[in-house]
């Protein structure tokens, strides 16, 4: 019996033991995470990092790999995604594709280990402006302090020999900082009195480069991770909605549409297509730049305030005057403010006024291509393809009867009628039981008010609206 129970309670042992082998052999493999940083440093860059990181912590992942390839770009964004990059609990890798620039060396220095392509380079970190000139020192100071401390977060070893103790770090601060400033001397690495760029064989030599690779496989293979499962984080598809609608060949499209839509509105009396068409174009150009931050509150107000300023002047005041140019400088305003980057003005002052002159050509230009292309289109209305039904094509031949003016409108003049359309400010009226086309000289008039009509000029009554006594 003894000898029964002892032959169970190892066979129980030996399932138990095979069933955790097995848990332990499917739990060998080891899954990694893979996005691409491959695009200038800005708004788009940072959403996939969080992104990317709110999916290796669902799926578990052993390791976040970052496909860097880029040439920099915003220093905030770049120290987002750095501080994201050091708080993680993942490990975390990057291989350097081709270049590691500036904002992208800060990316990459906070990651735990680096593998670069040979011919790959990393460093250039100065910041600069966006005509490529150094910005102020208090700007490069932060940017040497962030270097610094990015290196400094990989720690250190402490080596002692007989009586003396030497601090190693894994990754020297002074070449980081070198990489900003040109005036730091590291011996045998940056003594040359340029801003540091390192190669991908020079990196290695210097600890800044754990290895060289061609591929992420090999990157990999170096790293010592076997039997790797990977997952890669692709931009969803508000992201490339976004990257497409800020384009600047489509934020000129979008432009010409705002434009010629009010354009063609203020044309005809009523709200209709055009006014459609022009705050659908708005809104997808102020959608994209307000998400990305690019677009601030007070920007979208003064384009808001500017179309209603031009819908005032042209409804409610005769005439075209100050309100209208208000109301056009305004628009004008709230577009070109919101082509140019708000962290421009931070870094260049004053001198950041060349940004705004080139956003100001681009709303320009597209104001001149709408306007072409409006008169063109309202020439083709009713004539031609798939606009012939648009507008009415008929021919009035004088043969027939019919004349270009009504000489017997002169005989309305003094006349009251009531309006038979609202007049905003062109309508219909009737008077002596005859409808006519009619302008209100003064003001908008409702359907069934009492109108009066004060002149006839080129085949056009002019009314206002009379008291009711």
Same mark, same amino acid.
């Given at each position: 019996?003894?000898?029964?129970?002892?032959?169970?309670?190892?066979?129980?042992?030996?399932?138990?033991?095979?069933?955790?082998?097995?848990?332990?052999?499917?739990?060998?493999?080891?899954?990694?995470? #893979?996005?691409?940083?491959?695009?200038?440093? /800005?708004?788009?860059?940072?959403?996939?990092?969080?992104?990317?990181?709110?999916?290796?912590?669902?799926?578990?992942?052993?390791?976040?790999?970052?496909?860097? +390839?880029?040439?920099?770009?915003? @220093?905030?964004?770049?120290?987002?995604?750095?501080?994201?990059?050091?708080?993680?609990?993942?490990?975390?890798?990057?291989?350097?594709? +081709?270049? /590691?620039?500036?904002?992208?060396?800060?990316?990459?220095?906070?990651?735990?280990?680096?593998?670069?392509?040979?011919?790959?380079?990393?460093?250039?970190?100065?910041?600069?402006?966006?005509?490529?000139?150094?910005?102020?020192?208090?700007?490069?100071?932060?940017?040497?302090?962030?270097?610094?401390?990015?290196?400094?977060?990989?720690?250190?070893?402490?080596?002692?020999?007989? +009586?003396?103790?030497?601090?190693?770090?894994?990754?020297?601060?002074?070449?980081?900082?070198?990489?900003?400033?040109?005036?730091?001397?590291?011996?045998?690495?940056?003594?040359?009195?340029?801003? $540091?760029? $390192?190669? /991908?064989?020079?990196?290695?030599?210097?600890?800044?480069?754990?290895?060289?690779?061609?591929?992420?496989?090999?990157v990999l293979t170096k790293a010592g991770i076997k039997d790797a499962k990977l997952s890669y984080y692709k931009p969803e598809g508000i992201e490339i909605f976004i990257r497409f609608m800020l384009s600047g060949v489509v934020?000129? $499209?979008?432009?010409?549409?705002?434009?010629?839509?009010?354009?063609? *509105?203020?044309?005809?009396?009523? #709200?209709?297509?055009?006014?459609?068409?022009?705050?659908?174009?708005? $809104?997808?150009?102020?959608?994209?730049?307000?998400? *990305?931050?690019?677009?601030?509150?007070?920007?979208?107000?003064?384009?808001?305030?500017?179309?209603?300023?031009?819908?005032?002047?042209?409804?409610?005041?005769?005439?075209?005057?100050?309100?209208?140019?208000?109301?056009?400088?305004? @628009?004008?305003?709230?577009?070109?403010?919101?082509?140019?980057?708000?962290?421009?003005?931070?870094?260049?002052?004053?001198?950041?006024?060349?940004?705004?002159?080139?956003?100001?050509?681009?709303?320009?230009?597209?104001?001149?291509?709408?306007?072409?292309?409006?008169?063109?289109?309202?020439?083709?209305?009713?004539?031609?393809?798939?606009?012939?039904?648009?507008?009415?094509?008929? #021919?009035?031949?004088?043969?027939?009867?019919?004349?270009?003016?009504?000489?017997?409108?002169?005989?309305?003049?003094?006349?009251?009628?009531?309006?038979?359309?609202?007049?905003?400010?062109?309508?219909?009226?009737?008077?002596?039981?005859?409808?006519?086309?009619?302008?209100? *000289?003064?003001?908008?008039?409702?359907?069934?008010?009492?109108?009066?009509?004060?002149?006839?000029?080129?085949?056009?009554?002019?009314?206002?609206? @009379?008291?009711?006594?």
């Amino acid at each position: 019996m003894k000898q029964l129970a002892s032959a169970l309670l190892l066979m129980m042992v030996f399932a138990v033991s095979f069933i955790f082998g097995l848990n332990a052999q499917s739990d060998s493999t080891t899954k990694v995470l #893979v996005y691409e940083i491959k695009e200038e440093i /800005a708004k788009p860059a940072w959403r996939s990092t969080q992104k990317a990181f709110e999916m290796a912590e669902t799926d578990s992942v052993d390791y976040v790999l970052i496909h860097i +390839n880029t040439y920099g770009g915003r @220093v905030d964004i770049a120290d987002s995604i750095r501080t994201k990059i050091l708080n993680s609990e993942i490990p975390v890798m990057a291989f350097i594709d +081709n270049q /590691a620039i500036s904002a992208g060396a800060l990316i990459s220095i906070s990651c735990d280990s680096i593998y670069m392509r040979s011919g790959g380079s990393i460093g250039a970190a100065t910041v600069v402006s966006q005509s490529g000139e150094a910005v102020p020192d208090k700007y490069q100071s932060f940017m040497r302090s962030t270097m610094r401390a990015t290196a400094e977060a990989h720690g250190k070893d402490t080596i002692i020999k007989g +009586n003396d103790t030497i601090y190693k770090w894994h990754r020297d601060p002074k070449i980081a900082e070198s990489m900003v400033d040109p005036r730091m001397y590291v011996p045998g690495v940056s003594d040359t009195g340029q801003v $540091l760029t $390192l190669t /991908a064989e020079e990196a290695l030599k210097v600890n800044y480069c754990e290895g060289l690779a061609k591929d992420i496989p090999e990157v990999l293979t170096k790293a010592g991770i076997k039997d790797a499962k990977l997952s890669y984080y692709k931009p969803e598809g508000i992201e490339i909605f976004i990257r497409f609608m800020l384009s600047g060949v489509v934020q000129g $499209l979008l432009i010409m549409l705002i434009i010629g839509g009010i354009y063609f *509105e203020l044309q005809t009396p009523g #709200v209709g297509f055009p006014l459609g068409i022009a705050a659908i174009a708005a $809104l997808l150009f102020f959608t994209p730049l307000y998400i *990305e931050g690019l677009v601030e509150n007070w920007e979208l107000l003064v384009f808001v305030i500017g179309v209603i300023l031009i819908g005032v002047e042209v409804f409610v005041i005769p005439g075209f005057g100050v309100t209208g140019l208000l109301g056009i400088l305004l @628009v004008l305003t709230g577009l070109t403010l919101s082509l140019v980057d708000n962290i421009v003005f931070e870094y260049e002052g004053l001198s950041a006024l060349k940004f705004v002159a080139r956003a100001l050509l681009k709303v320009s230009v597209s104001i001149v291509l709408a306007f072409v292309l409006s008169i063109y289109l309202s020439h083709k209305v009713g004539t031609s393809g798939w606009l012939k039904g648009l507008g009415l094509d008929s #021919v009035q031949q004088k043969s027939e009867g019919f004349v270009s003016i009504d000489s017997h409108l002169k005989d309305f003049v003094g006349k009251t009628g009531e309006a038979f359309t609202v007049l905003r400010p062109s309508g219909r009226v009737m008077i002596d039981n005859e409808i006519f086309d009619a302008k209100s *000289e003064i003001g908008f008039i409702e359907k069934g008010e009492k109108i009066k009509v004060i002149k006839n000029e080129t085949g056009q009554l002019y009314v206002i609206k @009379v008291s009711k006594t």
